[in-house]
């Protein structure tokens, strides 16, 4: 390989950084995993990720394509391999004024796309924290603080620059490589890397934005009212209901409803959150207006030697009372894992569903739950967890890649329906034959 990385050194413009190097240590690690990589390449330009894909093909070792580096499953670094750390590419730039669109580098993060269009009076409908990659979290759906208004972040997407696993830059677009680029919007990071995202951004006010919260004890008729409240109230209206918080008190940890109402007129946005503070005894409650940008947060960064373990599905109408009760009666055993329920449905069910590869638009809630610790603490929760999981599976369905720690064949097909997968293994066969992107929720090109 040494003589592969001196041939490089010569097209490439960016970083490579090597066993022993400064820059090592911080460098082989993403944010939840930690590896020991042959080297970590850091293009700083379209070229550069050509001749890094070319490079990693020819030395036929395992590829890890990094952006914001929080994937929960440690796809952003490993073993042995070669990793493309796109953080060099992380451009913002508003390319037609009057349609809101925005050219965004592949290794941009949420939080200074936020930043950066703040000032012009736009955002994206992203997630809720600053570190995310706009890569990682749009290629496999994306759900944010706009989503029941304006869709996932993938369905905003109108455009994206690949380079392929030959070395080769395309376009995808409805008009140029449709299939490609109905792939890239839920098939992850299996057809290439994209070196740019082109979105159609949203005018976008101050908007409502806080946590209420309410006893553990009324949290079966708090987070049913919630669900409900949900199905009329506005789609300003994004939510995420969370509880049995390790860090604050586990089974007796406060159920917490955060909201985010997009707009910023007070009526408007009492009258869809009011009725969220009528379902039981609001002990805190800072819902607030402010700047969208300062909606997302700051993410932690575990230390080493910390697993994070997530699981997620997705629930329609007729099982979400099923599915909430089944979350509040585990949530209030010790050991718990910390649960999270987020409302999509909007904008996100009216995409039909065979316009993208994200294949649960008809899902009310997705929800994940979520084991951390060092290793023997998460396998210790392991048994529970999965009992929780088996009262679960009845009613629950498919899951969300975003949110899921493992990449086992039944993660796969719950993430891709069948159909959904064999149009992508399709996809995958024209762009990647030889499956060089297959550290990922791998669709197979065979
Ligand atoms: C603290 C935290 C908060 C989160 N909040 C939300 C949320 O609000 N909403 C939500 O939907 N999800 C959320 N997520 C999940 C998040 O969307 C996923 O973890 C996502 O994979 C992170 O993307 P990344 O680019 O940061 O990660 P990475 O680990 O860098 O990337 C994950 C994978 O995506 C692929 N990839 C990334 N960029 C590119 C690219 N440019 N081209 C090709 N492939 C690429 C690669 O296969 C890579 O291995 C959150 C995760 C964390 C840890």
């Known amino acids: 390989m040494s003589s592969a990385l001196e041939t490089l050194r010569r097209d490439f413009g960016g970083d490579i950084i090597e066993p022993g190097g400064a820059e090592y240590e911080s460098a082989r690690r993403s944010v939840l995993a930690s590896g020991s990589p042959a080297c970590v390449l850091r293009p700083e330009s379209v070229e550069d990720v050509r001749a890094a894909v070319r490079f990693a093909a020819g030395a036929a070792l395992p590829l890890s394509v990094r952006g914001g580096g929080h994937g929960f499953a440690g796809f952003g670094t490993n073993d042995g391999g070669v990793v493309i750390d796109l953080g060099g590419l992380a451009s913002v730039e508003i390319t037609d004024k009057e349609r809101h669109l925005v050219r965004i580098g592949g290794g941009a993060t949420w939080g200074q796309v936020a930043a950066a269009l703040a000032p012009h009076g736009l955002a994206i409908s992203s997630g809720d924290t600053k570190g995310v990659g706009v890569g990682g979290l749009t290629l496999s759906g994306g759900i944010g603080w706009k989503?029941?208004?304006?869709?996932?972040?993938?369905?905003?997407?109108?455009?994206?620059?690949?380079?392929?696993?030959?070395?080769?830059?395309?376009?995808?677009?409805?008009?140029?490589?449709?299939?490609?680029?109905?792939?890239?919007?839920?098939?992850?990071?299996?057809?290439?890397?994209?070196?740019?995202?082109?979105?159609?951004?949203?005018?976008?006010?101050?908007?409502?934005?806080?946590t209420i919260a309410f006893p553990a004890s009324e949290a079966a008729g708090v987070l049913q009212g919630w669900a409900d409240h949900l199905r009329t109230a506005p789609e300003e209206l994004t939510s995420i209901a969370s509880f049995a918080n390790p860090f604050a008190g586990g089974p007796e940890a406060p159920v917490e409803i955060q909201v985010a109402f997009d707009g910023d007129d007070p009526e408007l946005?009492?009258?869809?959150?009011?009725?969220?503070?009528?379902?039981?005894?609001?002990?805190?409650?800072?819902?607030?207006?402010?700047?969208?940008?300062?909606?997302?947060?700051?993410?932690?960064?575990?230390?080493?030697?910390?697993?994070?373990?997530?699981?997620?599905?997705?629930?329609?109408?007729?099982?979400?009372?099923?599915?909430?009760?089944?979350?509040?009666?585990?949530?209030?055993?010790?050991?718990?894992p910390f649960i999270a329920v987020r409302s999509v449905g909007g904008a996100v069910s009216r995409v039909p569903g065979d316009a993208t590869a994200y294949a649960h638009r008809q899902a009310e809630l997705m929800f994940v739950t979520t084991v951390a610790g060092p290793e023997p603490v998460v396998e210790a929760a392991r048994p529970a967890l999965d009992a929780i999981w088996a009262r679960l599976a009845p009613h629950v369905g498919g899951a969300y890649a975003n949110f899921l720690a493992s990449a086992t064949e039944e993660d796969v097909a719950a993430i891709y329906p069948t159909r959904t997968y064999e149009r992508l293994a399709a996809v995958k066969r024209q762009y990647d034959p030889g499956n060089l992107f297959a550290h990922n929720h791998n669709i197979r090109p065979r």
């Open 147 to 210: 989503v029941r208004k304006y869709g996932l972040a993938s369905d905003n997407v109108v455009a994206a620059e690949v380079v392929t696993a030959d070395g080769e830059v395309v376009r995808a677009g409805t008009d140029e490589n449709p299939d490609l680029f109905w792939a890239i919007r839920g098939g992850g990071g299996n057809f290439g890397i994209v070196t740019a995202f082109e979105f159609a951004a949203h005018p976008t006010t101050d908007v409502f934005h806080g």
């Open 269 to 336: 946005a009492a009258r869809a959150v009011d009725p969220v503070r009528r379902l039981g005894t609001v002990i805190a409650d800072d819902v607030a207006l402010k700047p969208y940008a300062d909606t997302l947060v700051e993410g932690l960064t575990p230390p080493p030697g910390i697993r994070l373990v997530t699981r997620s599905a997705f629930a329609d109408r007729e099982s979400v009372p099923d599915v909430l009760r089944i979350l509040v009666e585990a949530s209030a055993s010790e050991g718990a």
